[in-house]
């Protein structure tokens, strides 16, 4: 679930990013094998994470599957930056 989704559930949604959104979620799958979070609730750290404009950069340090990639410079920054 896109946090547009989330957020706007009462008054509806922008498809638009929400389908952005669901492509980062399938293109992150396709190269790091695993989806980026368990479960689309603010629950979920890393989904929350993802929530946050600010922080998504962060999403790669924490991540299980791709802090050790990241912290060995090993994760492009325009796949970074295209992810988030």
Known sequence: MAPEILESAKEGYDAAPADVFAFGI????????????????????????????????????VHPKTKGLHSEGKIDTDLVDLLT
């Open 26 to 61: 399938i293109l992150f799958i396709m190269i790091f094998g695993t989806p980026p979070f368990n479960q689309a609730s603010r629950h979920d750290n890393i989904f929350r994470y993802m929530t946050r404009k600010a922080t998504a950069h962060f999403l790669f340090k």
